[in-house]
Nanobody
């Protein structure tokens, strides 16, 4: 089984940009999906962006055109580039990856990283 760890986050003014990265402890070549979630206080986690193993990408409507998810298999890393940030993007962002090993699906979550958008 593997682990994932997020890097990046922090504070930025509205309209600014931040980049998050998530490094897996093992090759992501065969991971079935790689996602970024976020969680607002008192709310459940919501999907922000995801990449499926076949290459398809999806985004939450609220971030389309502003956020970009990408992957670097050689670095076992996925990224989330966040542009034109808004105060309502303030949340804890989580990396999530899923893989199947010997017929069993494993799900890995990072520890979360805070993103704060405020003037």
């Amino acid at each position: 089984q593997g682990q994932v760890m997020e890097y990046g986050g922090g504070s930025v003014q509205p309209g600014g940009s931040l980049s998050l990265s998530c490094v897996a402890s093992r090759s992501i070549d065969n991971f079935s999906e790689m996602n970024w979630y976020r969680q607002f206080p008192g709310k459940q986690r919501e999907l922000v962006a995801g990449i499926m193993s076949g290459g398809s990408i999806n985004y939450a409507d609220s971030v389309k055109g502003r956020f970009t998810i990408s992957r670097d298999n050689a670095q076992n890393t996925i990224y989330l580039q966040m542009n034109a940030l808004k105060p309502e993007d303030t949340a804890v962002y989580y990396c999530h990856m899923r893989e199947s090993l010997a017929g069993t699906m494993y799900s890995y979550w990072g520890q979360g990283t805070q993103v704060t958008v405020s003037s």
